[in-house]
């Protein structure tokens, strides 16, 4: 916690930053494919629209645990601690990742790699800003 300093005044309230979920997953053209299935069906199909969400998150999840390279230069420390942690922050839920997809404000893709056109896609798709920042 931190103290709130936005007032101006002196009172000192505890502001609580809740850590960041994440996932792991391929922004690729899978994913835009599959998003742009789920998202352009009506509504009423939406039992189906989740069925196709749910067998690409899946397969996608194994594509996932089976690449066992660490991005970022070096792997992480072996921590308990930090490791449950993280755990804990990421969201491996088919229903909870759909929901963050549908519910983003913002694309940015941090280099210019196989990711970058699909990130693009994504925002188009989904009707948000974007940015691509060389890294």
């Known amino acids: 916690t931190f103290p709130d300093t936005s007032s101006g005044t002196s009172d000192s309230q505890d502001v609580h930053i809740a850590t960041p979920n994440y996932m792991r997953i391929h922004v690729d053209s899978a994913l835009v494919e599959t998003l742009r299935k789920v998202l352009s ?6 039992d189906d629209n989740f069925r196709i969400w749910n067998e690409y998150w899946e397969k996608e ?5 089976s ?3 660490y991005y970022g230069g070096t792997a ?5 601690a ?3 942690d993280a755990k804990n922050c990421q969201i491996e839920d088919s229903r909870s990742a759909l929901e963050v997809f549908k519910s983003l404000d913002l694309i940015v893709g941090f280099h210019a790699d196989q990711a970058t056109e699909p990130s693009i896609d994504l ?7 974007f940015a691509v920042v060389p890294w």
């Not at 069906?41 to 939406?46: D, H, I, L, M, T």
């Not at 188009?124 to 800003?129: E, F, K, Q």
């Open 41 to 46: 069906r009506p509504a009423s199909g939406e």
């Open 61 to 65: 999840q194994c594509r996932i645990q």
């Open 67 to 69: 690449n066992k390279m």
């Open 76 to 80: 992480p420390k072996k921590n308990a």
């Open 82 to 84: 930090t490791d449950i």
């Open 123 to 129: 925002a188009l798709l989904l009707g948000i800003p």
